[in-house]
């Protein structure tokens, strides 16, 4: 966006500040489609059952978005540097069952500390695999889709070899633990305060740090990103590494939320999450969208699937119905970008005359 | 080495050359993990848990040759799994079933290639939603029941070998489809200028070639052999249920880069998807001779992965490695060594 004003320096102050103008508008466009969307599905879902709005119901919708929110703030995050993070799914299952066996070996400390402890592990096995997904794609210069369509495997594995046949049942884990997901203030989980902050603070890093503006560089072009010397490598690395990082807070959350854990811990959830990625305005191929509009598109699918649920549309329809919105999304993203691009050559030719 | 020894011998280098020999090792290796590799009775076994997934290969190869990517085609197999068993459940006669499901994979195909090719979205995002959206099409069709009234004329063919080799049914339809793909990418024009669009989209289009018209139709194809693949999946196994393959898209793709066939399009051959077909199973099979635990083998796929994106890239390293060398030290002069 801001390489429009750059590139244009010679054209008149009007012309410059319209077109970034008309630009930023689009996008703040494209974000309050999502909200917009939001409001219809909501107050269409409240006509129909006036039950959907119940303090209930809502609880039960922002606490599923929560653990899927969190894993599109790290996903988009990689998706706006032009990379893609398969393994996520698998570093939750991972992550999930690290911390939640780890009870059973701290009887010492006071539960306090043993959940401080269990999110410890989740964070340091989830960075651990960040790194690895990080270091594979800028050191091993490979595409980060065949990296982490092979770590997914990996860690997959690996947690089918650590867990065996066992599971960890909810009754080893401590009340409090449980209380993380349940605890809520007037039906609003204190966990989804908790992410929403998160996802706040990493759309202003994003937007208002150097380092985060070069994720969206390296997104927009590569190549050029290097050659103005912005350390493409290292912010790639960084990426994937937070990436890892939430995925595997995800994991201690999963493990707080369900309790009872084997192997297939969020097995398939990677496409879930980059379904709620790509419907919030993040473009698939990288440098553009916020994390806001990510978690803002886990918001609105989890509330359309709970809005089918209640209306009493079969629940045999959710997959398919969430298929259709990720197309639906992709193609209004396209035809947005192709009328703005448009709009710009016929600005640029107006003036220029 | 003399320098035209050098050059008879660079066709031995070949990325082929590599799987066959890897291939070797594990046949060795499985001989002497368990007398029971080479019977007649673990071969089919190899082959029949192979089959479907292998022949979804083939088309995906033309589709990654052309740079873009297919991972709808493990729920094609599942919507056209689901549509038979729904069709034969309600008395359909089955020749007009086969007919109708592989129309309809043809039209899931169809879609994907609209939507990439006239509309202009990413395959990756496109297929990604087609994924969800076609898996989604089996739960509505199946819903929780599971169909297998199938005739055992049909069934039959899935559990029992081809006379009496050790061939599957499924794997000799791959044997056949894999030469007619062959023949298809490496020796008509439209093949060839599959390696053209996925080198350079842009050049292939100046120079002609109907690029949009060339991938839509490859999409199709992709959904023809899957919704096929769908059925043979179906008879193997005599039950249709929502999850039929689910989650085999991303095998097929691990076997077709295996298979040295580059992410970024414009290289790769059938010879090499063939033969990493043989290694993916072969592996599989070897490990479960040896009792490890069978969910786990996707660390091996992982691995498998990892390794053939890893090694191609090894002359970049030696660079990378050689021009960190050269930062540190004085460069030597150059000397001949003949």
């Known amino acids: 966006m801001a390489s429009i004003g750059h590139a244009d320096e010679r054209r008149p102050l009007s012309a410059r500040v319209s077109a970034r103008f008309l630009i930023d508008l689009v996008y703040r466009i494209r974000a309050f489609g999502i909200l917009a969307a ?37 996903e988009a995050t990689v998706i706006i540097s032009r990379n893609v993070d398969l393994s996520i799914a698998s570093v939750l299952g991972l992550s999930a069952y690290a911390s939640g066996s780890a009870f059973s070996h701290l009887h010492g400390p006071p539960t306090f ?63 409090a633990f449980f209380q993380i997901s349940l605890k809520s203030f007037h039906n609003i989980p204190y966990l ?52 890892g990082a939430m995925a595997g807070i995800a994991g ?75 197309l639906f999304a992709i193609t209004l993203d396209r035809l947005v970008s192709l009328q703005l691009t448009h709009a710009l050559r016929r600005r640029r030719t107006q003036h220029a005359t | 080495m003399r320098p035209d020894l050098k050059e008879r011998l660079r066709p031995l280098l070949r990325w082929e ?52 990517i297919d991972l709808s085609v493990a729920s094609v197999l599942g919507l056209s799994s689901a549509l038979l068993g729904y069709l034969v459940s309600h008395g359909w006669e089955l020749w007009p079933t086969f007919l109708l499901v592989l129309v309809v994979g043809a039209a899931a195909g169809m879609f994907n290639g609209v939507l990439v090719t006239r509309v202009g979205l990413p395959s990756l995002a496109v297929t990604i939603g087609t994924l969800t959206f076609y898996r989604g099409l089996a739960v509505v069709i199946l819903g929780p029941n599971i169909i297998s ?34 023949v298809l990418l490496h020796l008509t024009p439209v093949g060839r200028s599959l390696f053209a669009i996925g080198l350079n989209t842009e050049a292939a289009t100046f120079a002609g070639m109907r690029v949009k018209r060339i991938k839509l ?66 592996l599989q099979n070897v490990l479960f001779l040896t009792n490890f635990p069978q969910r786990a083998f996707g660390i091996v796929t992982g691995c498998l992965l990892l390794v053939s994106v890893l090694v191609p890239n090894a002359s970049y390293f030696l660079e990378r490695a050689r021009a960190l060398r050269a930062r540190t030290r004085p460069a030597r002069p150059v000397l001949e060594v003949d």
């Open chain 1, 113 to 175: 500390l043993a959940i401080v402890i269990a999110f410890l592990i989740g964070i340091g096995v989830g960075s651990a695999c960040g790194v690895v997904n990080g270091a594979l794609t800028t050191i091993g210069n490979v595409p980060s889709l065949v990296v982490t369509l092979a770590t997914l495997y990996i860690f997959r594995g690996i947690d089918i070899l650590i867990v065996g046949g066992g599971q960890v049942v909810a009754s080893a884990l401590p009340d």
């Open chain 2, 17 to 68: 050359s590599g799987l066959f020999v890897v291939l070797m090792a594990i046949v060795i290796l499985g001989t002497q993990v368990s007398s029971q590799f080479l019977t007649q009775g673990n071969l089919f076994y190899l082959c029949i848990s192979i089959g479907e997934i292998a022949i979804m290969t083939l088309p995906l190869t033309l589709v990654i040759i052309t740079g873009e």
């Open chain 1, 38 to 74: 939001l409001g219809i599905v909501v107050v269409v879902a409240s006509i129909l059952q006036p039950r959907f709005l119940s303090g209930n119901e809502v609880n039960i919708v922002l606490g599923n978005t929560t653990i899927l929110a969190l894993l599109a703030l790290g």
């Open chain 2, 217 to 282: 139709l490859l999409f199709v194809l992709s959904g023809v052999v899957c919704a096929f693949a769908g059925i043979l999946y179906t008879f193997r196994l005599s039950t249709a249920v929502q999850d039929n393959g689910l989650g085999l898209e991303l095998n097929a793709v691990a076997i077709v880069l295996l298979g040295g066939v580059s992410i970024f399009g414009g290289r790769g051959s059938i010879v090499g998807v063939v033969l990493a077909v043989f290694v993916y199973a072969s």
């Open chain 2, 149 to 182: 009234s199938f005739p055992e004329k049909y069934t039959s063919i899935g559990v029992n070998p081809v006379g009496n080799t050790f061939l599957s049914y499924s794997v000799l339809f791959f044997l056949v489809l894999a030469v007619m793909f062959g």
């Open chain 1, 252 to 326: 201690v959350l999963w493990a707080s939320k369900y309790g009872t854990l084997d192997s297939t811990a969020g097995a398939g959830y990677e496409l879930t999450v980059i379904a709620a990625v790509v419907i919030g305005g993040v473009a698939i191929f990288g440098g553009s969208g916020t994390v806001v509009g990510a978690a803002l598109g886990a918001l609105l699918l989890n509330t359309i699937l709970a809005a089918l649920y209640v209306v009493g549309v079969s629940p045999f329809w959710t997959q398919a119905i969430s298929g259709m919105l990720i």
């Open chain 1, 192 to 243: 989804t305060i908790a992410v929403a902050v998160l996802v706040g603070a990493g759309a202003y890093y994003l937007r208002s740090f150097r380092s985060g503006r070069d994720l969206y560089a390296i997104g927009s072009n590569p190549e050029a990103a290097r050659l103005v010397g912005i350390p493409t490598g290292r912010r790639v690395f960084g990426a994937f590494v937070f990436s």
